[in-house]
């Protein structure tokens, strides 16, 4: 299920930024989930993180977590098929990291297939 996850974040920022973050860390833990993106930041961020405009860079990137925040919101309740109660996330522009915190309605239900009951937590690159 992480590894969907990971994927369909992936694609989110593709699709809707023209941007592919290098890897993405989930994690689910009953009614939460947890994303980390390596290099989140796009190449426009970059520019002007790298001009000297952190303030336009802040607002940039704020405004795009904004934008993508209902695709998002949308994929992971079409993966989990459960509601998303509440989406937080946070941006690091130095380290071009961002965490994304997933609240659920409920904890997922899964069939598991063999004996192992829990998903372990999967990277995408």
Known sequence: MERRLSQGVQ???REQLGHQPGKIIASLQGDRVTLI???A???PEQLLANQGEKDLTEKVR????AAIKP???ERIQEILGVKVVDLLSDTTLETKRE????????TPQFRC???????P???AS
């Open 62 to 65: 704020s405004d795009l977590d």
């Open 121 to 123: 937590t999967h990277q």
């Open 11 to 13: 694609s989110v920022y």
């Open 71 to 73: 695709q998002l919101r």
């Open 37 to 39: 993106l390596e290099d």
């Open 99 to 106: 965490g994304i915190i997933a609240v659920l309605a409920e």
């Open 113 to 119: 297939s063999g004996s192992a009951a829990q998903q």
């Open 41 to 43: 930041v796009t190449q």
